[in-house]
């Protein structure tokens, strides 16, 4: 099966810092690789997407992500923070029977 | 376009009573999940229908959970009867497919407490 794994429960970063949120995937062909995000008391929103083509995907909110074949990894990033980015973000892989399999998440903390 | 849409927001029953949520997916979306979420944790497919068939039950407790999507649109998920470990967020998503596989729309899901 597939996998993702986020190896941080939680990041902080000051607001106007650029942020990295860490994924990496354990896939057996081609990965989907996917992030989410989760705000307070609300479902999970779509923020980007890989499938092929171009390492660095960009999504919604100013985020992009970096792909990485080599290092098994799919990193989350954003060049300045903002306090309203302080949600949990979930990485997630396509698995089997395009199912989405998500990872533990990790809380980013964007503080003034 | 409207969201996906889930009820109750918020249920509080007692250990081995029954509950049911609901689901109504954005119009035009044939493919239907129904996501577990425990607290600090990722979400966990239980279901996932393609229009009204369900195309991959395997992680549905069957002896208590059942679901159902009469005319491939809105779904329900019931539990009974429920027990303490059921307490947490009950997701339900939808998607488009085709080009936009793996783009999931998810409601704001309904979070049970079972006492």
Known sequence: ?112 | EAGVVQSPRYKIIEKKQPVAFWCNPISGHNTLYWYLQNLGQGPELLIRYENEEAVDDSQLPKDRFSAERLKGVDSTLKIQPAELGDSAVYLCASSPGGERTGELFFGEGSRLTVL
């Not at chain 1, 081609?30 to 995000?37: A, D, I, K, R, T």
């Not at chain 1, 779509?46 to 990193?75: C, M, P, R, W």
Request: aromatic share 14%.
């Open chain 1, 1 to 112: 099966a597939q996998s993702v794994a986020q190896p941080e429960d939680q990041v902080n970063v000051a607001e106007g810092n650029p942020l990295t949120v860490k994924c990496t995937y354990s896939v057996s062909g081609n990965p989907y690789l996917f992030w989410y995000v989760q705000y307070p008391n609300r479902g999970l929103q779509f923020l980007l997407k890989y499938i092929t083509g171009d390492n660095l995907v960009k999504g919604s909110y100013g985020f992009e992500a970096e792909f990485n074949k080599s290092q098994t990894s799919f990193h989350l990033k954003k060049p300045s923070a903002l306090v309203s980015d302080s949600a949990l973000y979930f990485c997630a892989v396509r698995d089997i029977g395009d199912k989405l399999t998500f990872g533990t998440g990790t809380q980013l903390k964007v503080e003034l």
